[in-house]
């Protein structure tokens, strides 16, 4: 059974601080992984996606990565502004599933101005 | 400006009401999901639709909820009776799907539901 955990659940940094927030998977027959983003009340924002064949994503100052094999993939954030505070969620959807996503519990992050 | 919307975005009721939620998936868009997020479990799926029919449904507590998708712009989700563990945000979903596969899932506002 898949399980998707993101580390750390929570991350207070200065701004401008380029990070590295984390997320696993136990099963590597993944088809995709996405990165999404939510405000607090609001819904999911879908901020990168990473098909299973490809390493990486760049979307302005955001980058993820993937490695299948280790059951791995990083969101990395550059020079973090104030408005990039939210709970950042991944979610992957497995190579014998049309449509499901299994949802990491999210890293809530705050830049402090 | 394509989104998912939902309403009502907030709904409280009393134990044992009918609730329904409703979804307006992006115009053209063939999947609908209905989504539960609370505190402990998280985001879980409770139903998709392809082409308006429900393909899974397997998330669901058959005895009270129903999921429907009357038109190609309307999904409903309709909880009867409603319970104090119904509490949370239920999101509405919505993807293009071809050959099989949805790529992306555009999320909607939610409607955070509390039942006392």
């Known amino acids: 059974k898949q399980e998707v955990t993101q580390i750390p659940a929570a991350l207070s940094v200065p701004e401008g601080e380029n990070l590295v927030l984390n997320c696993s998977f136990t099963d590597s027959a993944i088809y995709n992984l996405q990165w999404f983003r939510q405000d607090p009340g609001k819904g999911l924002t879908s901020l990168l996606l990473?098909?299973?064949?490809?390493r990486e994503q760049t979307s302005g100052r955001l980058n993820a990565s993937l490695d299948k094999s280790s059951g791995r993939s990083t969101l990395y954030i550059a020079a973090s502004q104030p408005g990039d505070s939210a709970t950042y969620l991944c979610a992957v959807r497995q190579e014998d599933s049309s449509y499901k996503l299994i949802f990491g519990s999210g890293t809530r992050l705050l830049v402090r101005p | 400006d394509a989104r998912v919307t939902q309403t009502p975005r907030h709904k409280v009721t009393e134990m044992g009401q009918e609730v329904t939620m409703r979804c307006q998936p992006i115009?053209?868009?063939?999947?609908v999901f209905w989504y539960r997020q609370t505190m402990m479990q998280g985001l879980e799926l409770l139903a998709y639709f392809r082409n308006r029919a429900p393909l899974d449904d397997s998330g669901m507590p058959k005895d009270r909820f129903s999921a429907e998708m009357p038109d190609a712009t309307l999904a409903t989700l309709k909880i009867q009776p409603s319970e104090p563990r119904d509490s949370a945000v239920y999101f509405c979903?919505?993807?293009?799907?071809?050959?099989?596969?949805?790529?992306?899932?555009?999320f909607g506002p939610g409607t955070r539901l509390t039942v006392l």
């Open positions: 115009l053209g868009h063939n999947t």
């Open positions: 990473i098909q299973s064949s490809q």
């Open positions: 979903a919505s993807g293009l799907g071809t050959s099989g596969r949805v790529n992306e899932q555009f």
